[in-house]
């Protein structure tokens, strides 16, 4: 039973708008959540993460926002750049466990 | 430094063949994993140790072994391969969180892409 999903399995933007990439999670004792980039044939990289005892995570063009009620995360990427163009995963896990769940990934088209 | 250096990248077995699947890193990290991504499946994990001379399994330890060699290097062994094995595995590092602070940040290899026939 998957606890952390992405279901978009894909996502076209337009160089320079806003690319929103949803995740969604079941276990309500997730408290640390992550955001990972990946291209092909390369391992993922981390690219931002948020505790849950904040909202919002900024770190230049990426934000990361947190929903707890809705057990929901979403990142933002502004402006959205060629190079931005991978599979993004979301994870979660609880501190102090060892296990990040991760979602199935959303891979991001950026349209020059 | 090279971070997380995997070996080999690709490799083809038969079926019932065993092989090991290598994991170093250079960050001085105490703990580290091995995960499997499957199509539409996310990355699952297999085994981890926590530091050195410690492993535990993760979420489908099924079929694999692992051995924590020394602090730098992690294992992950296939005993006797099934074609339900067929994946790409990542091995992955995380430093100790020290006083005051606490990471929870993974640090991924290249991946090593077996096939299982």
């Known amino acids: 039973d998957q606890q952390v999903k992405q279901n978009s399995p894909s996502l076209s933007v337009q160089e320079g708008r806003i690319s929103i990439l949803n995740c969604d999670y079941t276990n309500s004792m997730f408290d640390y959540f992550l955001w990972y980039k990946k291209y092909p044939a390369e391992g993922p990289t981390f690219l931002i993460s948020i505790s849950s005892i904040k909202d919002k995570n900024e770190d230049g063009r990426f934000t990361v926002f947190l929903n707890k009620s809705a057990k929901h995360l979403s990142l933002h990427i502004v402006p959205s750049q060629p190079g931005d163009s991978a599979v993004y995963f979301c994870?979660?896990?609880?501190?102090?466990?060892?296990?990040?769940?991760f979602g199935t990934g959303t891979r991001l088209t950026v349209i020059p | 430094n090279a971070g997380v250096t995997q070996t080999p990248k690709f490799q083809v077995l038969k079926t019932g063949q065993s092989m090991t699947l290598q994991c170093a890193q250079d960050?001085?990290?105490?703990?580290m994993y091995w995960y499997r991504q499957d199509p539409g499946m996310g990355l699952r994990l297999i085994y981890y140790?926590?530091?050195?001379?410690?492993?535990d399994k993760g979420e489908v330890p099924n079929g694999y072994n692992v051995s924590r060699l020394n602090k730098r290097e992690f294992s992950l062994r296939l005993e006797s391969a099934a074609p339900s094995q067929t994946s790409v595995y990542f091995c992955?590092?995380?430093?100790?969180?020290?006083?005051?602070?606490?990471?929870?940040?993974?640090?991924f290899g290249p991946g090593t892409r077996l096939t299982v026939t």
């Open positions: 140790s926590a530091s050195e001379g410690t492993t």
């Open positions: 994870a979660a896990l609880l501190t102090g466990a060892n296990n990040l769940f």
């Open positions: 992955a590092s995380t430093p100790q969180s020290s006083a005051g602070t606490v990471s929870y940040e993974q640090y």
């Open positions: 960050m001085n990290h105490n703990s």
